[in-house]
């Protein structure tokens, strides 16, 4: 019975808009540029850009990056 419901939830999932698209190619292009991952978070018309770092010097590396 789980198996069917699981089934159920997996074909219900939505297919993905053209915004999450975009959002989500951005987020792989910065990833690509920054050598880290990064995330955008939208709601409504603002966001949030999240970088990860791992350590002070990979911080740093960043923030170097970003004021350039």
């Given amino acids: ?4 419901n699981q089934k ?3 074909q219900l999932k939505e297919k993905p ?3 999450s698209l975009y ?9 690509r540029l920054f ?3 990064v995330t955008i978070q939208r ?3 603002k966001g949030k850009l999240f970088f990860e770092f791992y350590n002070d010097d ?11």
């Avoid at 019975?1 to 069917?4: A, E, T, Y």
């Avoid at 959002?23 to 990833?31: G, Q």
């Fill in 43 to 45: 709601k409504d018309k």
């Fill in 8 to 10: 159920k939830k997996i």
């Fill in 17 to 19: 808009d053209s915004d």
């Fill in 1 to 4: 019975m789980k198996r069917i």
């Fill in 58 to 68: 990979d911080l740093d590396r960043l923030l170097g990056m970003l004021k350039k």
């Fill in 35 to 37: 050598g880290t991952r």
């Fill in 23 to 31: 959002f989500k190619d951005i987020e792989d292009d910065l990833a």
